[in-house]
């Protein structure tokens, strides 16, 4: 009995530091990355592509026909592919909800013109739920 409660208790912690971790492409350097670090990785007119995939890893890439190009870095919360059946279970689907609504998400989006530099960028960093509820 105690080990069937151990190993239910093993499996939530699993799917619990999973699912708080980031969905994304790249290094992870997205997860932390702050304006002031946004302006030391990149900066319009000079940061080639080069110089961003190194920093930054391999990004969602967008190409335009002329010539232009986007690289987007998203870290949301949640483990991709999680079947849609999980928040019907009882204490792992409790668990993602809380998880969801705890955590907030990141998005840089680059745009290069058609030599490679950027021409540039936006951070995004939304706030989690609970955030926005206690800054009311």
Do not use: H
Not at 31 to 48: N, P, Y
Not at 117 to 135: D, F, G, T
């Amino acid at each position: 009995m105690l080990m069937r409660i151990g190993i239910r208790m093993a499996l939530i912690g699993w799917v619990a530091l999973n699912m708080a971790g980031c969905a994304s492409l790249g290094n992870g350097a997205i997860k932390t990355l702050s304006e002031d670090g946004a302006r030391q990785v990149l900066s319009a007119g000079k940061t080639t592509k080069a110089e961003l995939l190194l920093a930054m890893g391999e990004a969602s890439v967008q190409t335009f026909r002329n010539g232009y190009e986007v690289w987007v870095y998203n870290c949301k919360p949640g483990l991709p592919g999680l079947p849609g059946f999980v928040g019907f279970l009882p204490v792992v689907g409790a668990l993602a909800s809380v998880i969801d609504a705890s955590t907030g998400g990141r998005e840089l989006a680059v745009l290069f013109d058609r030599d490679g530099v950027v021409k540039k960028y936006q951070l995004r960093v939304a706030e989690s739920q609970v955030e926005r509820l206690l800054a009311r």
